[in-house]
Each structure stands twice: as C-alpha cells, then as structure tokens.
C-alpha cells in the first residue's frame, strides 16, 4: 500500500472512529458535563504523549479562540447527544459551514460569493426541518444546543484559518484542557459504573485522542476534495450506528433535513474543484 493510500484509508478510519462518538456517548450513563470533562482529560494526555516534544503553544489570541471555540464544540456536542437524538446532534453540527461563509468576510476578509448565499440558504431550509419533527421539551433544548455546536465549530475553523503557521494540535489540546476544567466539578456527583468507564476510556483515548493523530498524518497527504468527502463518513454512519447499538431512530422530517444538509455542504465544497480543472495546479 502507497503513501496516498494509507492516507484515505487513515481518513476514511478517522470519520467512522468520530461517527461512533454519538453511540459511546449515549452508552456512558453520566452526567454530560462530567462525560465531556473526562473524555477531554483523557484526549489532552494522549495528545500530549503522542506529540511529545513537538508542541508550540503560543498563547496568541486567535490560538485561544480556537481552543475556546473546540471546548464550546466539545460540551455542546455531548449535552446535545443527550437530549436529542444522535442524528440531530451530528447533523445540525454540520451547519457550521453557514456561520463560517457568514462571519469570514469581517474576521478574516474573505469574500463570500453569490453561490455561497446560496448555500447558506439551503443549509438553513435543511436545518429548519429538524424542528418540525415532534419534540419532547429536552429535544428541543438539544437541537438547539446542536446549533451551538454548528455556531462553535464555526469559530474554530475561523481561528484556525487566523493563524499563518497553525498546527491543529496546541489549539485542540488548549481546548480539551478548557473542557476539562469546564467538566470537573461535575464529576463528583455520583462515579460512573465499570461499563459507563469502558466508554469513557474509549471516547478519551481513542475517538479523540489517537483519531486526531491519524488525522494529522492523513489530512498532509490528501487533497482538501478528498478529504472533504471521505470525512462525510462521520455523519453519516454516526446515525446509523446509534439506530443499530442504541435504537434510536431519527424522524423523518430530521432524516429529510439531514439530507439536505449533507448535500449541501458535499456540493459547497465539491463545487470550487468542478469548476476548475486541476484545481491541485498552481495559480
């Protein structure tokens, strides 16, 4: 196997380790905040011993965004996952693409394009559907809590496209370090059972900690076409591996809105390499 191949395989590995987060989570009977807090301690030592000796942290303002912005992902991902279905929670995440095209030309002077309008308008149709579905009053908090996650999401990706020499790592281990601490003073409540550990050991070490490693080795070597549409693995498969371990079976008016979120944001970012034809050449 070549280089390039073990890169869409490491990638395509990546998306269906995140995709089976909404499963684990919904496995672990605990307090959100406290699931979120150890998961991220977990995730931020892993990271740490992987990338031993190679960490820059320099503590500037877009570098802190980010990690703000990856903690406010991390929490709101979790407390979503837990008050509404799995499906609500991976797919309204994925509107973060709007937030971005809406706020990049004040943050980071980047035009957005008529076709991008034009995208943004879709997505919002896409993710108006999820609350046509009826909702028990904690499904409701929880889509609305997924569409945080889309808005924090969001800032990170603006502040890591903020920073001219980023590397992902010190932003991410910032930020699971900041959830960490945000997750602390609920973990002692009640101690999760052995079982509800497995999981957590699991979400820590592996679903984010060994998955980014891959990532970063993967993403170097990978066209951003690629990578984009290997990663729509993620929310695809989460949905379905929750149905399978948990039961837990979207509704239809969410199975539609999800749709047109995915193909969406597959079309934006396909979209750009459609029209050129190397878009790997130099300009």
Same mark, same amino acid.
Not at 37 to 46: E, F, I, N, Q
Not at 89 to 106: D, F, K, Q
Not at 108 to 119: G, M, P, Q, V, Y
Not at 166 to 188: K, Q, R
């Given at each position: 196997?070549?280089?390039?191949?073990?890169?869409?395989?490491?990638?395509?590995?990546?998306?269906?380790?995140?995709?089976?987060?909404?499963?684990?989570?919904?496995?672990?009977?605990?307090?959100?905040?406290?699931?979120?807090?150890?998961?991220?301690?977990?995730?931020?030592?892993?990271?740490?011993?992987?990338?031993?000796?190679?960490?820059?942290?320099?503590?500037?303002?877009?570098?802190?965004?980010?990690?703000?912005?990856?903690?406010?992902?991390?929490?709101?991902?979790?407390?979503?996952?837990?008050?509404?279905?799995?499906?609500?929670?991976?797919?309204?995440?994925?509107?973060?693409?709007?937030?971005?095209? *809406?706020? $990049?030309?004040?943050?980071?002077?980047?035009? @957005?394009?008529?076709?991008?309008?034009?995208? /943004?308008? +879709?997505? !919002? #149709?896409?993710?108006?559907?999820?609350?046509?579905?009826?909702?028990?009053?904690?499904?409701?908090?929880?889509?609305?809590?997924?569409?945080?996650?889309?808005?924090?999401?969001?800032?990170?990706?603006?502040?890591?496209?903020?920073?001219?020499?980023?590397?992902?790592?010190?932003?991410?281990?910032?930020?699971?370090?900041?959830?960490?601490?945000?997750?602390?003073?609920?973990?002692?409540?009640?101690?999760?059972?052995?079982?509800?550990?497995?999981?957590?050991?699991?979400?820590?070490?592996?679903?984010?900690?060994?998955?980014?490693?891959?990532?970063?080795?993967?993403?170097?070597? *990978?066209? $951003?076409?690629?990578?984009?549409?290997?990663? @729509?693995?993620?929310?695809?498969?989460?949905? /379905?591996? +929750?149905? !399978? #371990?948990?039961?837990?079976?979207?509704?239809?008016?969410?199975?539609?809105?999800?749709?047109?979120?995915?193909?969406?944001?597959?079309?934006?970012?396909?979209?750009?390499?459609?029209?050129?034809?190397?878009?790997?050449?130099?300009?």
């Amino acid at each position: 196997m070549n280089e390039k191949s073990k890169a869409v395989f490491l990638m395509a590995a990546t998306a269906l380790i995140w995709s089976s987060g909404g499963l684990a989570i919904k496995l672990v009977d605990w307090n959100p905040m406290a699931i979120t807090g150890m998961r991220s301690a977990l995730a931020a030592l892993t990271l740490v011993i992987l990338f031993r000796g190679r960490l820059k942290f320099g503590f500037s303002l877009v570098q802190l965004g980010a990690a703000a912005g990856y903690a406010g992902l991390l929490i709101t991902n979790v407390a979503a996952t837990k008050l509404t279905t799995s499906a609500n929670a991976i797919l309204l995440a994925y509107t973060a693409p709007v937030y971005v095209a *809406l706020l $990049a030309p004040w943050f980071l002077k980047e035009k @957005t394009s008529r076709s991008d309008w034009i995208f /943004i308008a +879709v997505t !919002v #149709g896409g993710m108006v559907l999820f609350f046509l579905d009826k909702l028990s009053p904690s499904g409701l908090w929880g889509n609305i809590i997924a569409v945080v996650t889309g808005i924090s999401y969001a800032i990170f990706t603006l502040c890591m496209r903020a920073q001219k020499s980023a590397s992902p790592v010190e932003s991410v281990i910032m930020g699971h370090l900041l959830t960490a601490c945000c997750g602390l003073p609920f973990m002692f409540s009640a101690m999760p059972s052995a079982g509800s550990w497995i999981g957590l050991i699991y979400l820590g070490i592996f679903q984010q900690g060994i998955s980014l490693a891959l990532y970063t080795w993967a993403i170097k070597r *990978l066209g $951003a076409l690629e990578a984009i549409l290997i990663m @729509t693995l993620e929310p695809i498969f989460n949905p /379905i591996l +929750v149905a !399978v #371990g948990y039961g837990e079976i979207p509704g239809k008016w969410a199975i539609i809105g999800g749709l047109v979120v995915i193909l969406s944001v597959t079309v934006r970012g396909v979209w750009p390499f459609l029209r050129k034809k190397n878009p790997y050449s130099p300009k």
